[in-house]
């Protein structure tokens, strides 16, 4: 009894209250939306097709632009995609090929040895980042790690360049400057990006792997020898 | 308990279990200070520590201990896996020059593992020395066979599959072996020590860690040099691993340790050699030895027709 008294007294005045019928009560029961973007992608089914193209082309450009000039932007990491790794290492595979590989088997890496070293070798270095305790999701790394190939990639579309002109001493001496500052570009600018996601005392741990890997790829493209 | 003396002077309480006994219904709660307690942990958790040799990485004990026992989660999950990535670079160096340097009275599991295998050392040293084997093969043949006027430089993509199947098996199964035998043995001679497979894992990994130079070191064309490097590398290596498995065995039937051990250090040497034999090829002469077949050919063909004309 006396807790309903106690319950009903913060709304004793409601009772007095009363709503005549002249009054309309309209009014709009929508939540506002947080962010435009909700709406521009329920409209996105409206846009022609070359709109949704350019759009997805333009932010593998820009993330391209971020790998070149590597700041400490959290761009590349937020809007991750997997587009541009797949082109890298689609074109990286095919530039390796055409080497001295029709001989015998003991040539240069086939296509699906690049493109499985590429993939897994990311993958492994992505859990490896993961098990250590790193902040970062498994496809931020690995678009990461992917867009990083990119000055190998270049550096691979110059040795063939080099090696058009031929092969001696000195294409090799060019061809061996080219490799070692793209690879160092590489690994700077992956580290750049992952190493913020682990605490200090195991940054060191999360390098060494993206360092062997970028090795390796960049020994790939180093020893690409043309047939004769 | 409080005496009836004056109630202002500080009362020393007695342990909580002299307390217990006076009164079975009361709680008592016992507040250690930190040293203590850690002490208490450690010699309940069977481990005797040796003196000196804990007391430059004390401090580090303190806080493992500390922060709370090793949760177990079921193997499927993926922190099971993270309790073996719990170390930190400079865990890692340490650990990589104590398996390169055997001390007498250091057991690698004891001094440097301290009940925390990991596995990022294993996995990393052997993928290392994978492409290391595979690099230092391809770059050694192409120096020995740099003079020959035929020879076509191939990378040899091949031979890296081949290296990391010998590689990772050694790694793995070796200590497999080895974990099983010492279970098998265990139940026959009562051990005192047992080490779990983590930790042999682990010891197998880091001990790998010595032939990354020694395979570097190959790529230079001297036999010599080669044959040296191989023997330091197996003695050092060979010498952790055999001083980390005396506690294990010595308690055994003589036969056996000599077994055990034999076993070990022979797989060992059996690595080390196969890859050397295998990826690197035998320095051939350079000298002119070879172009002088070719060189009294031309000779004499260009005597041949200096004489007809």
Redesign the interface.
């Known amino acids: 009894m006396a807790a309903a008294d106690e319950a009903s007294r913060p709304f004793a005045g409601l009772s007095d209250v009363s709503i005549s019928e002249d009054i309309p009560v309209e009014g709009d029961i929508s939540v506002p939306m947080g962010s435009s973007r909700r709406d521009d992608e329920f409209s996105t089914l409206d846009e022609p097709v070359k709109e949704t193209i350019l759009r997805d082309l333009r932010a593998v450009g820009n993330k391209f632009i971020h790998v070149l000039y590597p700041k400490r932007s959290s761009a590349l990491l937020r809007d991750w995609d997997l587009w541009g790794p797949l082109l890298l290492c689609v074109t990286l595979a095919l530039l390796l090929q055409g080497?001295?590989a029709d001989?015998d088997?003991?040539?240069?890496?086939q296509f699906a040895?690049v493109f499985v070293i590429i993939w897994f070798g990311s993958i492994i270095i992505t859990l490896?980042s993961?098990?250590?305790?790193g902040t970062i999701s498994f496809f931020q790394s690995l678009c990461v790690l992917g867009y990083c190939i990119m000055p190998l990639t270049v550096a691979m579309a110059v040795c063939r360049i080099v090696l058009v002109g031929g092969s001696g001493p000195v294409s090799f001496g060019v061809r061996l400057v080219v490799v070692t500052a793209s690879f160092g570009w590489s690994t700077f600018a992956s580290t750049a990006f992952l190493a913020d996601s682990q605490p200090a005392?195991?940054?060191?741990?999360v390098v060494?792997?993206v360092f062997?890997f970028y090795?390796?790829i960049g020994?790939?493209v180093l020893?690409?020898?043309p047939a004769? | 308990m409080a005496s009836a003396n004056d109630p202002f002077q500080f009362q020393e309480f007695e342990e909580a279990a002299s307390l217990l006994e006076a009164d079975r219904d009361a709680t008592t709660i016992t507040i250690d200070d930190e040293d203590t307690k850690a002490e208490k942990q450690r010699i309940a958790a069977g481990f005797i520590p040796d003196g000196d040799d804990e007391d430059r990485l004390a401090s580090d004990d303190k806080t493992e201990l500390l922060s709370g026992q090793k949760k177990s989660a079921p193997f499927w999950t993926?922190e099971y896996?993270?309790q073996?990535?719990d170390?930190?670079?400079?865990h890692?160096r340490e650990r990589i020059i104590g398996s390169m340097v055997p001390w007498p009275r250091k057991n690698f599991i004891h001094v440097y593992l301290r009940r925390n295998p990991d596995l990022?050392g294993p996995f990393?040293i052997c993928?290392?020395l994978v492409?290391a084997i595979a690099?230092s093969g391809?770059i050694s043949t192409f120096l020995g066979k740099l003079g020959k006027p035929n020879y076509?430089?191939?990378?040899?993509?091949?031979k890296v599959t081949i290296a990391a199947t010998a590689i990772f098996s050694y790694a793995w199964l070796v200590p497999l072996a080895l974990w099983g035998f010492l279970l098998w043995r265990n139940n026959k001679a009562m051990n005192l020590v047992t080490y779990s497979f983590m930790e042999i894992i682990c010891v197998y990994g880091y001990s790998l860690a010595i032939y990354i130079p020694a395979v570097v070191l190959w790529i230079l064309p001297y036999e010599w040099l080669r044959w040296c490097s191989i023997m330091v590398a197996l003695c050092l290596s060979g010498s952790v691993l055999v001083m980390t498995f005396w506690p294990a065995v010595r308690d055994d039937h003589p036969k056996m340790i000599i077994a055990t051990m034999s076993a070990i250090v022979v797989l060992n040497t059996l690595l080390a050699v196969g890859c050397k034999v295998y990826f690197f090829s035998k320095p051939e002469t350079l000298i002119p030895v070879e172009h002088a077949p070719a060189a009294e050919v031309i000779k004499t063909t260009h005597a041949a027709a200096t004489h007809s004309t």
């Not at chain 1, 993961?130 to 305790?133: D, E, I, N, V, Y």
């Open positions: 080497g001295s001989s088997d003991q040539g240069g890496p040895e490896n993961k098990l250590l305790g005392n195991r940054k060191a741990l060494y792997p062997l090795f390796v020994w790939m020893t690409f020898s004769q | 993926f896996y993270q073996f990535f170390i930190e670079t400079h890692v990022y990393w993928t290392t492409f690099i391809n076509k430089y191939t990378p040899e993509f091949g």
